[in-house]
């Protein structure tokens, strides 16, 4: 049945996300115990805008796109690769997604679920700020790159309104 899904069993056990963190021996062995590696055929859809939100995610192999609606249209918000922490605003926030992240090739990732997140923020108050200062230089690079874009429109738009 999971492999119909595209859903496959894991067949690793890897930890990175504690020492990514920095976080104290308990809050590591805390997380570190309570992850789980989740494994990925292309085109399964991790996870919906909106749905509620198992955890925090590190991406460990494999490609990702994330997607989102916004006022009616559907939005290419980008690709996720290797490495990269996905959905800090849902677990830090109100336990939302907001975005559709969807695998572009056979991928893994590790979850931290949500209760064992909490417990460790208990345990080690400095993670979450860490957690929120990481979520501000997301943010600060999406709107640099969006501003970027838009440069880069207008720019062709004044080239092409010259000729």
């Known amino acids: 049945m999971l492999e119909e899904t595209?859903?496959?069993?894991?067949?690793?056990?890897a930890h990175p996300l504690a020492?990514?963190?920095a976080c104290?021996?308990?809050a590591a062995d805390l997380l570190s115990?309570?992850?789980r590696v989740l494994?990925?055929?292309?085109s399964y859809v991790v996870f919906r805008q909106y749905e509620t939100c198992r955890g925090l995610y590190l991406l460990a192999s494999g490609s990702f796109a994330r997607s989102a609606i916004r006022l009616n249209t559907r939005l290419a918000l980008g690709m996720a690769r290797s490495g990269e922490l996905?959905?800090?605003?849902?677990?830090?926030?109100?336990?939302r997604h907001t975005c559709t992240l969807t695998a572009l090739s056979p991928g893994s990732l590790l979850l931290l679920p949500m209760t064992a997140l909490s417990r460790a923020f208990d345990v080690h108050p400095p993670l979450r700020m860490?957690?929120?200062e990481e979520l501000a230089r997301e943010v600060s690079r999406a709107y640099t790159a969006c501003r970027l874009s838009r440069c880069e429109a207008r720019t062709r738009r004044m080239h092409a309104q010259a000729m």
């Open 6 to 13: 595209g859903f496959r069993a894991p067949t690793a056990t």
């Open 19 to 21: 020492e990514l963190l």
């Open 33 to 35: 115990g309570a992850s």
């Open 86 to 95: 996905v959905e800090l605003a849902a677990a830090l926030g109100d336990g």
């Open 130 to 132: 860490h957690l929120l």
């Open 24 to 26: 104290s021996s308990q």
């Open 39 to 42: 494994e990925f055929d292309a």
